[in-house]
């Protein structure tokens, strides 16, 4: 009797949103496997990526400003979908069609994918403010804000998330009048604040007599928008419209509905490992300091080759490949920061 409660509870809009990976390998083995691999991938890149930009906003990035703490923000939800791409793979081969066990991770999965878009559409504002509304912005743009924004959006994310799982697990089709609110606000009304705020930037940087800043940030401000508005278009829009899809059609044949289904929560996972472009355009320095990084850490090991090599040569070989190389890999000094 409880296995048929249980069969019950998941009856109606949840296997219609969801589909386990259990069912994609029974039905299309091929294409599990081919999306198996690209999440692999994903994972790899994604979580080397952003641990190596955590560590740059954190630890070499002196002044925290509103940018940088919404982007640290983006970066801890980006390396969570990250790791959440194994335990699929681990869930699938232990768990096999648990649809209770999937619930959890399924819940996790898309609290961070809302909050990668909440926070997207932070950033986005917060390059708006300081580049056209500068001094109107001031009072705004402050850290104790931003930290407030943030636990905010968490908050938000996981309320609207556990929401929208809820009704479609306890309830049919007749909630999806309560569903499609909780998807606008949580998707298409930031895809519209950001289109809006790209366009309000790129007029106004066709008079740059409104504008105290130089060209160059006013174009990076420019180029950040445009990024977004790109991964939006191709890692979360597809989810979306397949979402809305069924809630207008549940109907739509189940086959159909599950390749759709896991191809775009694929492409969606994808936004990990394109949000790193993002931070480019966030601080002035980040592409810098990463390449100082690599290049420390590559000039380190040169280093200690030649010296190894050369140990029995006596200091009188070492001393002249010591003034080759000057002041140590030509970096900056230790309190160079990353500013905004």
Same mark, same amino acid.
């Given at each position: 009797?409880?296995?048929?409660n249980n069969?019950?509870?998941?009856?109606?809009?949840f296997?219609?949103?969801?589909?386990?990976?259990?069912?994609?390998?029974?039905?299309?083995?091929?294409?599990?496997?081919?999306?198996?691999?690209?999440?692999?991938?994903?994972?790899?890149?994604?979580?080397?990526?952003?641990?190596?930009?955590?560590?740059?906003?954190?630890?070499?990035?002196?002044?925290?400003?509103?940018?940088?703490?919404?982007?640290?923000?983006?970066?801890?939800?980006?390396?969570?979908?990250?790791?959440?791409?194994?335990?699929?793979?681990?869930?699938?081969?232990?768990?096999?069609?648990?649809?209770?066990?999937?619930?959890?991770?399924?819940?996790?999965?898309?609290?961070?994918?809302?909050?990668?878009?909440?926070?997207?559409?932070?950033?986005?504002?917060?390059?708006?403010?300081?580049?056209?509304?500068?001094?109107?912005?001031?009072?705004?743009?402050?850290?104790?804000?931003?930290?407030?924004?943030?636990?905010?959006?968490?908050?938000f994310?996981?309320?609207?998330?556990?929401?929208?799982?809820?009704?479609?697990?306890?309830?049919?089709?007749?909630?999806?009048?309560?569903?499609?609110?909780?998807?606008?606000?949580?998707?298409?009304?930031?895809?519209?604040?950001?289109?809006?705020?790209?366009?309000?930037?790129?007029?106004?940087?066709?008079?740059?007599?409104l504008?105290?800043?130089?060209?160059?940030?006013?174009?990076?401000?420019?180029?950040?928008?445009?990024?977004v508005l790109?991964?939006?278009?191709?890692?979360?829009?597809?989810?979306?419209?397949?979402?809305?899809?069924?809630?207008?059609?549940?109907?739509?044949?189940?086959?159909?509905?599950?390749?759709?289904?896991?191809?775009?929560?694929?492409? /969606? /996972?994808?936004?990990?490992?394109?949000?790193?472009?993002?931070?480019?355009?966030?601080?002035?320095?980040?592409?810098?300091?990463?390449?100082?990084?690599?290049?420390?850490?590559?000039?380190?090991?040169?280093?200690?080759?030649?010296?190894?090599?050369?140990?029995?040569?006596?200091?009188?070989?070492?001393?002249?490949?010591?003034?080759?190389l000057?002041?140590?890999?030509?970096?900056?000094?230790?309190?160079?920061?990353?500013?905004?």
């Amino acid at each position: 009797m409880k296995t048929s409660n249980n069969s019950t509870l998941f009856e109606g809009l949840f296997d219609k949103f969801v589909h386990l990976d259990q069912e994609l390998s029974d039905k299309f083995y091929t294409l599990w496997i081919v999306l198996l691999v690209f999440n692999v991938i994903i994972f790899l890149v994604g979580v080397v990526l952003n641990s190596l930009a955590l560590y740059v906003f954190c630890f070499r990035t002196k002044t925290k400003t509103t940018s940088v703490m919404y982007t640290i923000n983006l970066i801890v939800t980006d390396l969570l979908v990250g790791f959440s791409l194994p335990i699929r793979i681990i869930m699938h081969y232990s768990a096999g069609d648990c649809k209770q066990c999937a619930l959890i991770h399924i819940f996790i999965y898309f609290v961070n994918m809302y909050c990668s878009i909440l926070f997207l559409t932070c950033i986005c504002i917060d390059r708006y403010l300081a580049i056209v509304q500068v001094e109107a912005s001031r009072k705004w743009r402050n850290p104790n804000y931003a930290k407030s924004i943030c636990a905010f959006i968490w908050i938000f994310a996981t309320v609207v998330t556990f929401s929208i799982l809820t009704m479609a697990v306890k309830f049919s089709y007749c909630c999806i009048a309560k569903i499609l609110p909780l998807m606008v606000c949580e998707y298409f009304f930031p895809l519209v604040i950001i289109t809006f705020f790209t366009t309000r930037i790129m007029c106004a940087l066709s008079k740059p007599t409104l504008m105290h800043q130089s060209r160059e940030r006013r174009m990076r401000a420019v180029q950040l928008l445009i990024t977004v508005l790109i991964i939006f278009m191709i890692c979360f829009t597809p989810f979306h419209v397949r979402q809305l899809a069924i809630s207008i059609n549940p109907k739509m044949p189940n086959d159909i509905s599950l390749v759709v289904y896991h191809v775009t929560v694929t492409l /969606s /996972s994808l936004n990990s490992c394109m949000d790193p472009i993002v931070y480019c355009f966030v601080t002035n320095n980040f592409q810098l300091t990463m390449k100082n990084i690599f290049r420390k850490s590559e000039a380190e090991q040169a280093s200690g080759d030649i010296i190894s090599v050369n140990k029995g040569s006596g200091s009188n070989t070492i001393i002249p490949f010591s003034n080759a190389l000057g002041d140590p890999l030509g970096l900056p000094s230790h309190n160079n920061t990353v500013k905004s």
